[in-house]
């Protein structure tokens, strides 16, 4: 989950900017459900686009989508590749001149709309609908749905396809049980049945798959501490304790994919990312993808990760900028980004494309059905800093304990945003 951690630890690292930017009486402080997208018009004023790469195929794309743009348009666009995305996105709202269109990640996105400063624009375009639940949800602030998602990724079961045929196993599993079963049979003395990430965006879909949930359907209320969640922490915690599940820290590696890709672990619960790690890093590493097991009452459940299209509400040329991030979010687009650096579209037109182009990978986008979106609560940061900490001493903690602790923090933090 390397992607998921490096977002986190900019984020933070953008908070104190982030701060100064949305106080700085600059204009960028008016309603966050408010659009004033619908009434303007675009100019040929030249637009930004500022974006955080994953290397230089996404760089190639997204400067070749943007000249497409303004060959249509009349538009021009700058495309800026940041080396610290969080960071220069709030310095650029601090000084009042911020990117016309910037990636944008839920957790930073729930801080931005809480105070006012993007445009809720998917009102304005015709597909607006055409989001799977999950990634709406992700964007959606205070009931308004204001930032569009551009791609997607689910949790699966990664299974090493030598360390399964060589311990006589069958089917994939289908249960908590079954998971368990499997992971004590492949576990050797220098590798660990399963692996997953030490961090609660590599554990909460076991509350999910639990009858659990984190907060209510409002995000008014946090539910972490109910008896299903620390069932779930606890079936964990055994796991871990005999010795059939290890976190990536626990085998040497910093993530979940390296560990598995070193196959320190025969099993590993992550995201899609995971795929092009594995091609570069790992290309001897032979692996297939199943759904994750159901739990105990036969519930479904994984997370989704995913960014948006953030738009600035102020801005010289605000329907230029929407109008660019109608372009970006079309099947044709969305293909060709995934094409070009392995992303999966977050269009439910698009995803049908893909999974006819990789059908090898069409267990991310089938799992989206039951896919709960991973926690961003404004202000949380260091809350869930603190409740990853907690977690990564599961072995050792007592699961109602964790849960109780974090159940506090981050009730604190949605009470005093309230």
Not at 276 to 301: I, M, R
Not at 372 to 388: E, K, M, N, R
């Amino acid at each position: 989950m390397r992607r998921k951690i490096a977002v986190a630890a900019v984020a933070a690292a953008g908070l104190a900017v982030l701060a100064t930017a949305c106080s700085s009486g600059n204009g960028f402080g008016s309603s966050p459900s408010a659009s004033s997208s619908s009434t303007a018009k675009a100019t040929k004023s030249p637009l930004t686009l500022m974006f955080g790469s994953s290397g230089t195929a996404e760089t190639s794309a997204v400067q070749q989508a943007a000249k497409a743009f303004t060959e249509q348009s009349g538009i021009p666009v700058q495309v800026i590749p940041a080396s610290n995305l969080t960071q220069q996105v709030a310095q650029g709202f601090s000084g009042g001149q911020p990117p016309s269109v910037f990636y944008l990640d839920p957790l930073t996105f729930q801080n931005y709309a809480k105070d006012g400063v993007l445009d809720a624009y998917p009102a304005t375009l015709p597909n607006a609908s055409g989001f799977a639940s999950a990634l709406t949800q992700a964007f959606t602030y205070k009931t308004t749905f204001t930032c569009e998602p551009k791609d997607a990724s689910t949790l699966a079961l990664y299974v090493n396809t030598a360390d399964w045929q060589q311990a006589g196993l069958g089917a994939p599993p289908a249960t908590w049980s079954q998971l368990e079963a499997d992971a004590k049979k492949l576990t050797t003395g220098g590798r660990a049945g399963l692996t997953i990430d030490q961090t609660h965006s590599g554990i909460d879909e076991f509350f999910y798959q639990n009858g659990g949930s984190v907060t209510n359907a409002a995000g008014t209320k946090v539910e972490l501490n109910s008896s299903q969640n620390i069932a779930a922490l606890t079936f964990l915690k055994g796991m871990l304790t005999q010795g059939i599940m290890k976190f990536p820290a626990q085998v040497g590696a910093g993530f979940s994919g390296q560990a598995f890709g070193e196959n320190k672990a025969a099993m590993d619960i992550i995201g899609n990312w995971e795929n092009g790690e594995l091609q570069s890093d790992f290309p001897n590493v032979k692996f297939k993808v199943y759904p994750l097991p159901a739990g105990p009452s036969g519930t479904h459940a994984t997370l989704s990760f995913t960014n948006c299209w953030g738009v600035p509400k102020q801005q010289p040329n605000l329907a230029g900028a929407v109008d660019l991030v109608k372009f970006l979010t079309t099947s044709q687009q969305e293909m060709a980004f995934a094409k070009a650096f392995g992303v999966i579209p977050s269009l439910t037109t698009a995803q049908t494309q893909y999974v006819q182009a990789y059908p090898q990978y069409a267990t991310f986008v089938n799992e989206l059905a039951y896919a709960h979106p991973d926690i961003a609560i404004a202000g949380a940061t260091q809350a869930l800093s603190v409740f990853d900490s907690a977690l990564q001493q599961l072995a050792s903690g007592n699961p109602a304990s964790i849960l109780n602790t974090a159940q506090q923090n981050l009730q604190a933090v949605i009470n005093q945003g309230a």
